[in-house]
C-alpha cells in the first residue's frame, strides 16, 4: 500500500491554469475508475472536489477538472483563484479492496 | 443534512488503547460504508480502514493491521475504532468519513477530526 506519487508543491498566478498529477500502479490508478480528488484548507477537513477520475460533485466550480491516462490520474484548476489556494490529495481504491492517498501536493497562488 | 462527529481523541501513553466514536445523522447510517482516515500533524492525509454497511466486510490499513478494530453500531448511527498498542507514529487527527453517493468509492462527507496523541 505505497502512498501515489503526487508533487510536493505546485504554483501559479491568478487567471492561470495549474495541473497536478497522480501516480500510482496497475493495482490502484491503472486499474480502476475510482480516482477521487480533495481540497484541504488550513485547519479543515477535506472537500471532495472530483470522483471516479472526472466527475464534479454538485457545486464544484466547472474550473476543476480531472483524468486518467493508464496509472497517472490529473487534475487541472484553471483561472486560478487566491481561494483556490490549499493542499490536494488524490485517492484511489486499491486491488486490496482498499484506499490509497497520494502526499498531497501543496498549491500556492502567487 | 449528513453530520458527522467524532470523539474519544485524547493523550495517551505508547502501548496504550484508545476507542474513537463517530456519530452519523442525516442519512441512513445502515445503508452505507465507513470509513477512518488520519493525518498526522503537518502531514498528509492516510486511510486506515473502512467497514461495510453491515459490518460484514472490512478492510484495514497494512500500518493499523492487527492492533486497530473498526465496528459499527446501526442501532446507535455510531462507527468506532478501537486503536490498541498504540505507537508515538498513531499521532494524528483522525476523521470518520462517507462515500458521497455519486459512487461508492470516494468520501464525500467528513467529520470535524478528534486528535489523538501518542506519548509519554
Known amino acids: 500500500q505505497s502512498a501515489l506519487t503526487q508533487p510536493a508543491s505546485v504554483s501559479g498566478s491568478p487567471g492561470q491554469s495549474i495541473t497536478i498529477s497522480c501516480t500510482g500502479t496497475s493495482s490502484d490508478v491503472g486499474g480502476y475508475n475510482y480516482v477521487s480528488w480533495y481540497q484541504q484548507h488550513p485547519g479543515k477537513a477535506p472537500k471532495l472536489m472530483i470522483y471516479d477520475v472526472s466527475n464534479r460533485p454538485s457545486g464544484i466550480s466547472n474550473r476543476f477538472s480531472a483524468s486518467k491516462s493508464g496509472s497517472t490520474a490529473s487534475l487541472t484548476i484553471s483561472g486560478l483563484q487566491a481561494e483556490d489556494e490549499a493542499d490536494y490529495y488524490c485517492t484511489s481504491y486499491t486491488s486490496s479492496s482498499s484506499w490509497v492517498f497520494g502526499g498531497g501536493t501543496k498549491l500556492t497562488v502567487l | 443534512e449528513v453530520h458527522l462527529v467524532e470523539s474519544g481523541g485524547g493523550l495517551v501513553q505508547p502501548g496504550g488503547s484508545l476507542r474513537l466514536s463517530c456519530a452519523a445523522s442525516g442519512f441512513t447510517f445502515s445503508s452505507y460504508w465507513m470509513h477512518w482516515v488520519r493525518q498526522a500533524p503537518g502531514k498528509g492525509l492516510v486511510w486506515v480502514s473502512r467497514i461495510d454497511d453491515d459490518g460484514s466486510s472490512i478492510t484495514y490499513a497494512d500500518s493499523v493491521k492487527g492492533r486497530f478494530t473498526i465496528s459499527r453500531d446501526n442501532a446507535k448511527n455510531t462507527v468506532y475504532l478501537q486503536m490498541n498498542n498504540l505507537r508515538a507514529e498513531d499521532t494524528a487527527v483522525y476523521y470518520c468519513?462517507?462515500?458521497?453517493?455519486?459512487?461508492?468509492?470516494?468520501?464525500?462527507?467528513w467529520g470535524q477530526g478528534t486528535l489523538v496523541t501518542v506519548s509519554t
Open positions: 468519513a462517507r462515500r458521497s453517493g455519486y459512487t461508492d468509492y470516494d468520501l464525500g462527507y
